[in-house]
């Protein structure tokens, strides 16, 4: 104590301040304001209209996409592979995003080698079983809830991504992490009130199974994705994400084309445009619209990480979720619970932490 009191003697002598004079919150608001008009005039106004963009297709598209797989199934759709074939069938549309910018951005496309083929194939395979596995999430659970449930992806990224790449985690992920697993465990214990009357109680427990563990598998791929581009890749460039979505996406569409071959769904389409809810045209703008928005949210958010940060991704990736969530109450007439609700808050709590916790891990990372 004494010799604080001396310290502060000391200071008091030679004319320093004690203490950091208090910053009102006009201030701050004011601080914010400078920051984020200096980052505007540091990019070019098509950096900005570009980034908007991209930040619309994540926030619509992605949704978007959701709403009608389970739209698949609200009106007489049944096939599971339908909907994971769906889900890559439109993987020409970023091929032909990519093949521009060789040209623009006059760069060349990147040699294949044998381990980088093979890393492509692995991933192409899980991503067809991840997309298989929300398949049946979606058919037996509402999109509200299938898209709550799959907010445990983030989870299971910084995991996997903890344990795989070295990312790393502070207090304020862990407890993150914590939060959003705990919205998970409201959503398992209020199951009785969002179950649709023509899904039995194995129905539904199986769909809340194939969530967590299509979230759980996403979270692997996230990880493995992260790992090539660091082993094998060594950049990050706009163009070589691009090419890694593509080679992905298309292998993932053989091994999802092969599925539909072997259990002859693709036959199956027929009859089943046949017995729709809204005829065969309705059946197929489903198919289509579906292939075309989950293609337009993954442009949308390859380009967010590149023209902003992960941090960013992240933000939009907590938005879409009640985004999703809503919308499948208004358009759907999805059942929301009071503890589904909840679940809603925690869930977005729990991103704002994580986001929070990244973007501190960023900031004192050293360069």
Not at 131 to 158: C, D, E, G, K, Q
Not at 174 to 194: G, R
Not at 239 to 260: K, P, R, W
């Amino acid at each position: 104590m004494r010799q604080t009191l001396l310290e502060a003697g000391d200071r008091m002598e030679e004319g320093l301040p004690e203490a950091e004079p208090s910053v009102s919150t006009w201030d701050r608001i004011s601080n914010l304001k400078t920051m984020a008009w200096e980052a505007y005039k540091r990019k070019p106004i098509s950096h900005w209209i570009l980034l908007a963009l991209s930040s619309a297709a994540m926030l619509v598209a992605f949704p978007a996409s959701s709403l009608l797989s389970r739209v698949y199934y609200n009106n007489g759709g049944t096939s599971k592979w339908i909907i994971s074939w769906v889900a890559v069938a439109g993987w020409p549309l970023t091929a032909l995003i990519l093949l521009p910018t060789y040209f623009f951005l006059k760069t060349y496309p990147t040699p294949l080698d044998l381990k980088l083929t093979l890393s492509y194939i692995v991933l192409g395979f899980l991503s067809a079983a991840d997309n298989l596995m929300y398949a049946y999430a979606y058919a037996y659970l509402p999109a509200s809830t299938a898209a709550l449930i799959a907010s445990s992806s983030l989870v299971f990224s910084a995991l996997f991504g903890y344990a795989i790449v070295n990312n790393k985690l502070n207090a304020s992920m862990i407890n993150a992490l914590v939060i959003i697993t705990a919205a998970m465990t409201i959503i398992a214990l209020d199951s009785d009130s969002d179950r649709y009357s023509n899904v039995t109680d194995k129905q539904y427990i199986m769909g809340f199974v194939w969530d967590i563990l299509g979230s759980a598998l996403h979270g692997l791929i996230f990880a493995l994705s992260e790992l090539v581009f660091v082993r094998l890749l060594g950049r990050r460039s706009f163009h070589v994400v691009l090419e890694q979505q593509v080679m992905v996406s298309l292998f993932a569409f053989v091994f999802t084309t092969i599925g539909m071959v072997v259990s002859k769904d693709f036959q199956g389409m027929k009859s089943e445009a046949k017995t729709f809810e809204g005829g065969a045209s309705a059946y197929y703008q489903v198919l289509i619209w579906g292939a075309i928005t989950f293609q337009l949210g993954i442009l949308g958010s390859t380009a967010v990480l590149f023209l902003a940060s992960t941090v960013m991704a992240g933000v939009l990736n907590a938005v879409r979720v009640p985004i999703t969530s809503i919308a499948a109450v208004i358009l759907l007439h999805d059942p929301m619970s009071g503890f589904k609700i909840l679940s809603l808050i925690i869930t977005f709590w729990g991103f704002a932490s994580y986001i929070y916790g990244s973007s501190s891990a960023s900031k004192y990372s050293p360069s």
